[in-house]
């Protein structure tokens, strides 16, 4: 059974632009989280999705969101990037919502912001 | 707030010892989770328990609901275990987030 995918792998951004990353959850998986990785800050939880909805949120600005497709892919957008926002953004899937289930990791996308 | 502090923090160990990580968390949950990751980033689920101790190959997790306390052990520690070892607690009421320790960097010299 594949893993999780994640693209793109390295992306390299300017400051104001946007962004947007994709998440391909394990075949059968219909929950995906979203989480941030810093030097700073470590692993922080963005957000989490099911059956196409958000059910919850970490503390995050507006700026970052999300969408889940029907085939249980996502995608996480962020719009006017900034310095801070480099880091290694990380997406899970489970088989069942909530986090009390096993999550199953992808790569994680680097992003760099100049 | 949840609060999820790991010790140590750094740990570098001979090859064949035997080795323990600590992680205590502040409310009440409904699972906690040993992450893995090496350089590079990628990061492995080790466990997920609620109570008890569940045990893969030469890793043990054990968990005190109680004093809200687990701890992840490795026997007979080899280089390939060198990594970033984090835990991560799911709480059992409000918003469900995982909120993660800061990690602990595990080091094996051969």
């Known amino acids: 059974k594949a893993g999780v995918t994640q693209t793109p792998r390295y992306l390299i951004k300017t400051r104001g632009q946007q962004v947007t990353l994709s998440c391909s959850p394990i075949?059968?998986?219909?929950?995906v989280s979203w989480y941030q990785q810093t030097p700073g800050q470590g692993l922080q939880f963005l957000f989490e999705y099911f059956s196409e909805t958000q059910r919850n949120k970490g503390n995050f600005p507006g700026r970052f969101s999300g969408r889940q497709f029907s085939n249980s892919r996502s995608e996480m957008n962020v719009s006017t990037l900034e310095l801070g926002d480099s880091a290694l953004y990380l997406c899970a899937s489970s088989l069942l919502p909530g986090l009390a289930y096993e999550q199953y990791f992808g790569p994680g996308t680097r992003l760099t912001v100049t | 707030k949840n609060e999820v502090e790991q010790s140590p923090q750094n740990l570098t160990a001979q090859e064949g010892e035997f080795i323990t990580i600590n992680c205590s968390y502040s409310v009440g949950i409904s699972a906690l989770h040993w992450l893995q990751q090496h350089p590079g980033g990628g990061i492995v689920s080790l466990f997920m328990?609620?109570?008890g101790k569940k045990k893969h190959g030469r890793l043990i997790a054990t968990i005190n609901i109680q004093e809200k306390h687990s701890s992840l052990h490795i026997t007979a520690s080899h280089p390939r275990d060198s990594a970033v070892y984090i835990c991560a607690v799911a709480p059992n009421f409000g918003n469900e987030k995982l909120t993660f320790g800061t990690g602990t960097r595990l080091t094996i010299i051969p």
């Open positions: 328990l609620s109570s």
């Open positions: 075949s059968g998986h219909r929950s």
